[in-house]
């Protein structure tokens, strides 16, 4: 069945880098674009990034834009998500998601979430 | 932007009762572009309802969605216990974003 398994969060000072992982098993990781989506505490849901199925393509949230970035390796099956100049407001569990690329207007699985907290 | 705002923040209701969830957006939106979410806490989000009211694999037939422009419900006919949780609905934009309402949480009275 499709499984997607977040890595990498913990505690990071302001200011500070990181980068998440995502490893997707069940499917056919190349066919499918991803997302990360975050979810602040006691916040809904926002979007943070998508990378195209082939990594060609890179949208961004504009509240990461210039700080975050999105990749991929899809001969390991892995999403990344390289996270510099943290701020307390990054503070959030961060999912990877995917979508099919035809079908870009909605997410069909989402991983349990890596928690990552910014604090000094 | 389209910003969707979505009502009650909060639903106390019982297991049996319906459940008529509110998603209503700032301009209006394409009904291929409107999906709903469950979330748990601890748990993945799963994806309900797309296109407004075609449901997705596996989800049973007393939850559907309904509505166009800038109004949208999610409407639970019966509640199951395992139904209490967070919904979220979704839009998509075509620069391309995604955006998320706030959520209701529907919780046992």
């Known amino acids: 069945q499709v499984q997607l398994v977040e890595s990498g969060g913990g505690v990071v000072q302001p200011g500070g880098s990181l980068r998440l992982s995502c490893t997707a098993s069940?499917?056919?990781?190349?066919?499918?674009?991803m997302h990360w989506v975050r979810q602040a505490p006691g916040k809904g849901l926002e979007w943070v990034a998508l990378?195209?199925?082939?990594?060609?393509?890179?949208y961004y949230a504009d509240s990461v834009k210039g700080r975050f970035t999105i990749s991929r390796d899809n001969s390991k099956n892995t999403l990344f998500l390289q996270m510099n100049s943290l701020r307390a407001e990054d503070t959030a569990f961060y999912y990877c998601a995917r979508t099919k690329a035809a079908a870009l207007y909605y997410i069909d699985y989402w991983g349990q979430g890596s928690l990552l907290t910014v604090s000094s | 932007e389209i910003v969707l705002t979505q009502s009650p923040g909060t639903l106390s209701l019982s297991p049996g009762e319906r459940a008529t969830l509110s998603c209503r957006a700032s301009?209006?939106?394409?009904?291929?572009?409107l999906a709903w979410y469950q979330h748990k806490p601890g748990q993945a989000p799963r994806l309900l309802m797309f296109g407004v009211s075609s449901r997705a694999t596996g989800i049973p037939d007393r939850f559907s969605g309904s509505g166009s422009g800038t109004d949208f419900t999610l409407t639970i006919s019966k509640l199951e216990p395992e139904d209490f949780a967070v919904y979220y609905c979704?839009?998509?934009?075509?620069?391309?974003?995604?955006?998320f309402g706030q959520g209701t949480k529907v919780e046992i009275k």
């Open positions: 990378i195209w199925y082939d990594g060609t393509n890179k």
């Open positions: 069940g499917f056919i990781f190349s066919d499918y674009c």
């Open positions: 979704q839009q998509y934009g075509t620069s391309p974003t995604w955006t």
């Open positions: 301009q209006s939106v394409s009904s291929r572009y």
